[in-house]
């Protein structure tokens, strides 16, 4: 069955690193693994996006296992307006191609 | 460039009606996809479109639920003797390319669907 698996909450203040992993053991063999911010009332907006390893751009860094069965989004020094909800998004083959959103975490930033 | 959007922002409906969401893609994307989120949830894969080839409905949750998309660029979603159930927020994306891979999705504000 294919499913990603993440936090459902998680709070953090202000400064400090914040870590999300997301599990997703069935994932298309050469597809990449997506992360998402959600904020209330707008549609997603893409964050990072890797196949293995690792990855680094202005605002996060994802770090991906050899076996890729889970990947885990890395904030540092978050700030109040990285409060928002975080999703993994994976691409399933397994006779179709399916596209699964994780259920989201929700990252509460405090001052 | 403008970016995607959707209309109505929002719909009530009565249930037992039909209505029709649509979605306007960003100008050159071949990939469009249509999600729903109810509330407090998360993303709920429907169906999308590469260019103008058959769509991948696996996603779709009933019979009720079609799209199409004219034309390679505007599609619309189409909800027929809509239920209580179906009340959420549809949300459509599009994409340069379509998957495998992954391409980056860019996604419009939603349409939220009330049905009474």
């Known amino acids: 069955l294919a499913k990603t698996t993440q936090p459902i909450s998680m709070d953090s203040y202000e400064g400090q690193e914040v870590n999300i992993t997301c599990s997703h053991n069935?994932?298309?063999?050469?597809?990449?693994i997506t992360w998402y911010q959600q904020f209330p009332s707008q549609g997603p907006r893409f964050i990072i996006q890797g196949y293995k390893t690792k990855v680094t751009n202005e605002v996060a860094s994802l770090f991906i296992p050899a076996d890729r069965k889970s990947s885990t989004l890395s904030l540092p020094r978050v700030s109040l307006s990285d409060t928002a909800v975080y999703y993994c998004?994976?691409?399933?083959?397994?006779?179709?191609?399916?596209?699964?959103f994780g259920a989201g975490t929700r990252l509460a930033v405090h001052p | 460039g403008a970016g995607v959007s959707q209309s109505p922002s929002n719909k009530v409906t009565e249930k037992g009606k039909d209505v029709e969401l649509r979605c306007d893609p960003i100008?050159?994307?071949?990939?469009l996809y249509w999600y729903r989120q109810s509330l407090g949830q998360g993303l709920e894969f429907l169906i999308y479109f590469q260019g103008n080839s058959a769509p991948d409905k696996s996603g779709l949750p009933s019979d009720r639920f079609s799209a199409e998309r004219t034309g390679g660029s505007v599609s619309t979603l189409t909800i027929q003797r809509t239920q209580q159930e179906d009340s959420a927020v549809y949300l459509c994306a599009s994409s340069l390319l379509p998957p495998p891979p992954l391409y980056e999705q860019y996604f419009g504000p939603g349409t939220r669907l009330t049905v009474t």
């Open positions: 998004l994976v691409l399933f083959s397994g006779g179709y191609n399916k596209l699964i």
């Open positions: 069935n994932i298309a063999t050469n597809d990449y």
């Open positions: 100008s050159g994307h071949t990939a």
